[in-house]
């Protein structure tokens, strides 16, 4: 290396690790066991002034694995903030070896939002009345980057440019994305990156999860992003759709909207056709609902002194409808040999409560269904009596009238 020292010991575990972007760092580790322990450590790890590992992660994993507590560390000055951190790992772990399409859309991650705060440092640097200016738009300069003449022109006072924000964001991306591959790729790392969100929403509709999770395993091995992006965001527009149409909550107008836009949604259609109808449906729904969601709200008891009531009834059927059959979906011998302790408790939990409501509600239907009929026999008794007072009535006008 061209700068820093050797420290011939340092503990291991005094050695701070940081964030790996590599998943398989203890893999495939008895190799390298051998050859240290035949050779010794013919190149150090790399860390900062600070002890920050910069390189050589598998060379701890596998001292560790042969039980070493102190390693030779070649120290690199210079290398502090998070920034260049973040991109002397990215050296290290993607010059050597390939990142998969997921440790990519995560370094490409942390360096898009390391870019922008760099960005917004430097910009906040060459505004009028820092005086840090001249210093950094020569820094800028030596870097090949050219000012557009804006910050020079434009008077202390004047408006700020509305687009800055948006290409400062554009350019962070670009240059994440090129740290990260080499090239502009950061349509496909952002779509890595959605996927991972959508995979781990918990408000997310289970299966769209799932079919995400399944999406990030599949390209995580051959690389095909686009293609499954666009099927996974398909599947998470119709489960909206089918959601808004069917949920309890949703008023009828918007109801019968996204009944009718899932009917009219053509099947077959090429994914990324696919995507942008089913897209294009649900911003349509979404925009109805904003409207009605708009107009003004009439209490329960205004419409129905029952509605409350007829409402949550409405909410638990429709719940139970989606989730209908489920024990037939399942293979029960396969869930009690393999669920963990902690699924397993939740699984016990729903049976439970379950058991606990259904008794409850039992208990109460049969006491309303008790109540009924003894309303309809006090109603019946009060007729029965009514009817006899009136042809008593009857009978002493008809005696009055014969003694007439």
Known sequence: MTRGHLVLEHAIDQITRGHAYRRDVEEDLDELCDSIQRLGILNPPTVTDSYVLIAGQRRLAAMEKLGWRVTPVWIVPGVSDKLSQVLAIRDEQTLRKALKPIEQAELYEELKALYAEDAERRDAA???????????????????????GGAESAPPDGPAKTDEPKANDTKSRVQAARA??????????????????????????????????????????????????????TRQNLAALTRLAQHPDTPDTVRAAASEELAALTPDLPAKDAAKESGLALERVRTLQAAAASEAKVGWADVDPLMRQKHQVRKLVDLLRREHGWWERYDPVEIGRYADQTQW????????????????????????????????????EAEAVAGTTREESAEEAEVEHAEL
């Open 126 to 148: 060459t505004r009028f009345g820092s005086p840090h200016r001249d210093t950094v738009e020569a820094d800028r300069a030596a870097d090949g980057e050219a000012g557009d």
């Open 180 to 233: 990260v591959t080499g090239r502009d790729s950061r349509t496909m790392l952002e779509q890595i990156g959605e996927l991972r969100r959508i995979a781990a929403d918990d408000d997310e509709d289970p299966m769209v999860r799932q079919y995400a999770a399944e999406a990030l395993l599949e390209l995580n091995e051959d690389g095909k992003v686009n293609g499954r992006f666009l099927q996974v965001k």
């Open 345 to 380: 408790d939740l699984i016990d939990t729903y049976v439970d409560g379950a058991t606990t409501f259904i008794t409850a509600a039992t208990t109460a239907r049969a006491t309303a269904e008790t109540e009924a009929s003894a309303e309809t026999d006090a109603a019946g």
